[in-house]
């Protein structure tokens, strides 16, 4: 496809963790984790940029958590904080496009189609405005990665290049070189069994 790319792909970095983080400075560059229940089984749903460093993982149980990561600090959730942060970014997106699509709550894509002759400046350049936006509207402690692209796939698979707080384009100049560098896995709706079952018939 050798249309500009023009869908935008927005992801919070470690969102419940990072919320978390810039409500309470004192958790800021600490290790911590929101899980369901901060009891030795509750399932990590959110290990923060710092807790990913040492391993901690998404479905992890807090007991494993700590066993990786001793000092990792465990907090509840709390789906009002949430839910102001999402209202707040999406109000964000909106002024550039009512063509804004949350994906989840800490998930949008915004389709910048239609509106060329309209965009004052490149993609990336308002990508780079959001990041600063998301800084001075919500928080300074929230980040977020943004990836483009010329169709939905391709503009989350951009998001999720260099995390966290990265910002990639895909276009048809680099789409293969792209593809190359990538694993199965970072594909979006390739799970483990479904690599496996690809790797079968020799598609790594």
Known sequence: N???PMIMHI???????TVEQQANPLLRGKPIAVAA???P?????????EAKRFGVKVGMRVREGRLICPQLIVRTPDPPKYRDVHSKFKKIFQSYTPNVTPKSI??????????ESYIKKPLADIGLEIKQRLRLEVGEWISCNIGIGTNRFLAKLAAGLH???????IDHQNLMSIYDSVQLLDLCGINTRFQSRLNMYGIF
């Open 2 to 4: 050798h249309n500009p």
């Open 11 to 17: 992801d919070l970095n470690s969102c419940f963790a």
């Open 37 to 39: 229940y901060d009891s």
């Open 41 to 49: 089984g509750g399932c990590i749903v959110a290990p923060s940029i």
């Open 106 to 115: 800490d998930e949008a894509i915004i389709d910048f189609n239609g509106l």
């Open 163 to 169: 995390k966290p707080d990265g910002l990639d384009i």
